[in-house]
C-alpha cells in the first residue's frame, strides 16, 4: 500500500475530519442563533389555539399528542449521539446544541394540545410520565452501537421524516381551520398550523447538518460513509419507542395517509441518498458492493466533486462515484491499465445478489 503524506494517510484523513466536523458545528450553531431562536411558550399562535381548538379532527389531535410522545425521548437521542461522540468534543457539542433545539418541539406540542383545550395539563403530565417509563437506544432502534458516523447517517432519514410529518399535518390542520387565506389569498396558518411551522423548520435545519457531517466522512472515508448509509437505511423506520397511545397513534397516522412504505422511500430515502450523490437504495447498495472491488489504496470522490491536495505524481488510483453506485477511474496510477476502469464490471446477477 502506498503511504502518501499530507491529508491521505489514515491518521491525516482523521483529523481532516475532525477539522471539518468543527467548522460545521460552528457554522451550525451561528446560524442556528441567528436565524432560528425560538421559545417554545412565547409562541405567538399560542394566543390563537382557544379560538380553534375545536376545528381539530380526533384523527389529527391523536398525531399531535403521538409527536409530543416521540419528542420527549430527546434526552435519550441525545445521550446516545454524546455516547458515540468518543474524545470529539465538536461532536459532543453539536449534541448538546440539537438537544436543546429538540426540546422545544415537544414543548410546543404540549403548549398546543392545552392551549387548544384537546387534553388537559394534567392528562398530558400523566402521558408525559408515562413516555418517561420507557427508554429508547440507537442499538434497539438500528442493532447497532452507536458512533458519531452511524449516528449521523441514522439521524439523516429521522429528521427528514420527522419534518415531511410535521409538513403534512401542517396542511391537514390549515384545511381543518377552514382553509384560511389572506386578503391576497395566501395561505395562513394559526394556532397550532403556526406554531409547527417552528419545529418544521428545525427538523429541515437538523437534515441538513447530519447530511453534512456523514458528506465530509464520505469524503475521506467513502468505503465506512457508504457502508453506515447502508447499515441504517436497510430496515429504517421513525424511532422505536412504545407510546401510551401507541396503536391509536399508529392507526390514526396510516388514516391521514402518512404511513405509506412508498412515500418513505420516495419521499424520505431516496432524496436524502440524492444529497450524498446517490440516486436511491438499489444504487447505495451497489455503491457498497462495487466499493469492495476497488484497490486498496484508492482514492474515491462524488462525481464532479475532485478532492484537492493528492499530490500529481503520487501514484494512487482515483475514482469517481456515479449516482449509479459505479465507479470511474478518473485517473489510474501509472501500473494500472486505464481501460480497465471498473475492475469487475457489475452485471444483473450481481444486482439480483445484492437486492435480496
Ligand atoms: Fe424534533
Ligand atoms: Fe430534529
Redesign the pocket.
Known amino acids: 500500500m502506498n503511504i502518501i503524506p499530507g491529508p491521505f494517510t489514515v491518521e491525516g484523513k482523521q483529523a481532516t475530519v475532525q477539522k471539518e466536523i468543527k467548522e460545521n458545528y460552528e457554522t451550525y450553531f451561528a446560524h442556528a442563533v441567528k436565524t432560528r431562536m425560538w421559545f417554545a411558550d412565547r409562541l405567538p399562535e399560542r394566543k390563537e389555539m382557544a379560538k380553534y381548538g375545536h376545528m381539530v379532527s380526533e384523527t389529527t389531535k391523536e398525531i399531535l399528542l403521538g409527536f409530543l410522545g416521540v419528542?420527549s425521548f430527546v434526552d435519550d437521542y441525545v445521550l446516545a449521539g454524546i455516547n458515540g461522540a468518543g474524545n470529539s468534543l465538536a461532536t459532543s457539542a453539536l449534541y448538546l446544541q440539537w438537544g436543546w433545539e429538540?426540546r422545544r418541539?415537544g414543548q410546543t406540542f404540549r403548549h398546543s394540545l392545552i392551549d387548544s383545550g384537546l387534553y388537559t395539563q394534567q392528562f398530558i403530565d400523566k402521558y408525559l410520565d408515562d413516555c418517561r417509563e420507557e427508554h429508547w437506544t440507537f442499538a434497539n432502534q438500528t442493532g447497532y452501537e452507536e458512533t458519531p458516523l452511524l449516528a449521523a447517517a441514522y439521524a439523516i432519514f429521522q429528521e427528514r421524516q420527522?419534518r415531511w410529518n410535521y409538513t403534512n399535518v401542517r396542511r391537514i390542520l390549515w384545511k381543518e381551520y377552514g382553509s384560511p387565506t389572506n386578503s391576497e389569498g395566501k395561505h395562513i396558518h394559526p394556532a397550532i398550523a403556526g406554531a409547527i411551522r417552528y419545529?418544521e423548520t428545525?427538523?429541515g435545519a437538523h437534515e441538513a447538518n447530519f447530511t453534512n457531517i456523514t458528506r465530509i466522512y464520505m469524503k475521506y472515508f467513502p468505503d465506512q460513509a457508504l457502508d453506515a448509509l447502508l447499515k441504517v437505511s436497510t430496515h429504517y423506520r421513525m424511532p422505536i419507542v412504545q407510546l401510551p397511545n401507541g396503536d391509536e397513534f399508529v392507526r390514526c397516522v396510516l388514516a391521514a395517509g402518512l404511513g405509506n412504505p412508498k412515500d418513505v422511500i420516495n419521499e424520505i430515502m431516496n432524496p436524502a441518498l440524492q444529497r450524498m450523490g446517490l440516486s436511491d437504495r438499489p444504487a447505495l447498495r451497489k455503491a457498497v458492493r462495487n466499493f469492495r472491488l476497488l484497490p486498496e489504496d484508492a482514492i474515491v470522490h462524488l462525481q464532479g466533486k475532485p478532492l484537492s491536495g493528492i499530490p500529481d505524481d503520487a501514484a494512487i488510483p482515483i475514482y469517481e462515484m456515479l449516482p449509479s453506485g459505479d465507479f470511474n477511474l478518473t485517473r489510474p496510477a501509472s501500473e494500472i491499465d486505464a481501460t480497465c476502469a471498473v475492475p469487475h464490471p457489475m452485471t444483473q446477477d450481481d444486482d439480483d445478489e445484492i437486492n435480496k
Do not use: F
Request: proline letters at 14%; aromatic letters at 0%.
Open positions: 419528542e429538540e418541539h420527522t419545529p428545525d427538523e
